[in-house]
């Protein structure tokens, strides 16, 4: 499938999620939170993020004091929850890989969360790509380069949309500057959910 947009090599897929399929994602979120509820993480600095989170697959991401990394179960002890068939079809759509996705990560913001520019790099096999997958509230996504600073582009990722980043693009710094509250009614109070698919080994 041929993304209708690039972002500074990052691949977008506007509206590839239509609104009935993501109703069913949402409800698949909830059972992935019911099992494996959602937590604040606390960056390396000890700051807590602005965003909740939790996992589905045989990793969950997970940061604290002593660092960003995978963990093999909820800081709780319980199992991560399986990927829903409905998520890896969204990975086999987009992706294109023969490798299937072990960590979806589940990322909760409300009014005011954003996420700073970063890179995904907790990960082995960088030929992997990371797909995400944006519903509710529009947020703005900004893409950098492969060094902190320098140029950036950005974008307003609405409900429905898939962004991919591979190849070049694959370590590219990305964030999330702000949300528009109010401009999705998919979630009843509001915020947004950022699905976030990745191979870890
Ligand atoms: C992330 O980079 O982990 C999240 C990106 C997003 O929320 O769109
Ligand atoms: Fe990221």
Known sequence: MTPK??????DIYPGLIDLPAQTALLDDIRGIARAAPLFQP???????????????????????????????????????????????????EVGAVTRAPECCLVNFYEDGARMGMHQDKDEADMSMPV?????????????GNLTRGGKT???????????????????????????RPGSSALLPK????????????
């Open 153 to 179: 582009e950005s974008i307003w990722l609405q409900s429905g949309d898939v962004a991919v980043l591979r190849g070049d693009a694959r370590l590219a710094y990305h964030g999330v500057d702000r949300l």
């Open 131 to 143: 797909v995400s997958i944006s519903l509710g509230d529009d947020a703005l996504f900004r893409v």
């Open 42 to 92: 606390q960056t390396p600095y000890g700051k807590p993020m602005s965003v909740r989170m939790t996992s589905a697959g045989r990793f969950g991401w997970f940061s604290d004091k002593s660092g960003y990394r995978y963990l093999e179960h909820h800081p709780s002890g319980t199992p991560w929850p399986a990927i829903p068939p409905r998520i890896l079809r969204i990975w086999d």
């Open 190 to 201: 509001g915020g947004r959910i950022n699905l976030t698919l990745r191979v870890v080994t």
């Open 5 to 10: 947009l690039s972002l500074r090599g990052v």
